[in-house]
């Protein structure tokens, strides 16, 4: 297996120094592992991603600063060095550390942060979002458009988070699984009533936290089981416990918890130890049901991806959310 001429500039690797082989699989990109010697005679590892047409293109764009962002707790994921377009054949690469997968204990291995999992995305989720050129304090949003599976999402920035999560993750997917799986005048007015009604009532600024609303931070935004681990970075040092394959944007800490209760997988020690650092957002007593709210997105989102039985859990969910909080109209 060649390594593509792009690919050897970005990373100023010697050709002659350095190999590359298939590694593992994905179902969105061809995958691969590129270990090289560097000039101070040490071994280092990559892991790249290509793939070919615009779509892959958007979706390598959007990791490459997804783990950047992520990378503000820098053992949580694997460094971000460089994505592009290939130069000796079509497509588009990313290049990232690469995970040497293990199951070894934190504690026994020297000079790593020794932070659990809980830990590290609690201090990621306490940490405010950066400030975007042209606004005075964190907003909702991203830099570029990511991907959650295939789904491109829409990141403009949104200085309202119930704003932004209405129309750029409940509306938006909305039209995607419609593009999918047809017309379907039932899921519309459930998902535009939810979008009006519920969100508003259950996560709008003058709601939250007593009316000072929420401050944006940074979450992966594809948090379940499958992407997450423990393993030396860069296939070297200490054991950490990482995530990986974000789909990152600046938004309410809880949106990130939608998914992780959606595949369980994330016990109530982890949350627990989570919330003793990340507190729920006030009022407390609506915490469930807010991210019953966020984990609709992700229930819309397999629907539109995979169809079948992913309608019955979002319908479920705002008709829930609606008998609850909006009892006065109808659904």
């Known amino acids: 297996m060649k390594l593509d001429s792009a690919v050897v ?59 950047n962002a992520i990378h503000a707790v820098p053992s949580l994921c694997p460094a971000s060095f460089a994505h592009g377009v290939l130069e000796d054949s079509q497509g588009s690469f990313l290049v990232t550390d690469f995970l040497d997968m293990t199951s070894g204990p934190l504690d026994s291995y020297e000079n790593g942060s020794r932070m659990s999992l809980a830990a590290k995305l609690a201090k990621l989720h306490t940490t405010p979002a950066p400030i975007p050129e042209g606004f005075s ?72 936290n007593n009316g000072k609303g929420i401050t944006p931070v940074t979450v992966h935004g594809d948090l379940w089981t499958g992407n997450k681990g423990r393993a030396h970075i860069g296939g070297r040092g200490a054991v950490e416990d990482v995530v990986f394959d974000p789909s990152a944007c600046y938004a309410h800490s809880e949106y990130e918890l939608g998914i992780m209760q959606m595949f369980g997988g994330f016990g109530s020690s982890f949350m627990k130890e989570y919330h003793q650092i990340c507190p729920k957002t006030e009022p407390v007593e609506e915490y469930e049901d807010r991210v019953k709210l966020y984990e609709l997105y992700h229930h819309l989102n397999h629907y539109a991806i995979f169809g079948g039985g992913y309608k019955g859990g979002a319908v479920s969910i705002m008709r829930e959310l609606h008998r609850k909080y909006n009892a006065k109209s109808e659904m």
């Open 137 to 208: 304090k964190p907003v909702s949003g991203f830099s570029v458009p990511t991907c959650c599976g295939d789904t491109e999402q829409p990141n403009d920035y949104t200085e309202s988070w119930a704003d932004f999560y209405s129309k750029h993750r409940l509306l938006a997917i909305l039209k995607k699984s419609e593009r999918t799986n047809g017309k379907d005048s039932s899921l519309r007015a459930l998902v535009e009533k939810t979008a009006t009604e519920t969100v508003p009532r259950l996560i709008g600024d003058e709601h939250l």
């Open 9 to 67: 500039r970005a990373l100023s690797l010697d050709p002659a120094k350095t190999n590359v082989k298939s590694h593992g699989g994905s179902g969105f990109s061809t995958t691969a592992k590129i270990s090289t010697t560097l000039e101070d005679g040490t071994g280092k590892h990559f892991f790249m991603k290509t793939g070919k047409g615009k779509d892959a293109e958007v979706m390598f764009r959007g990791e490459y600063a997804s783990l």
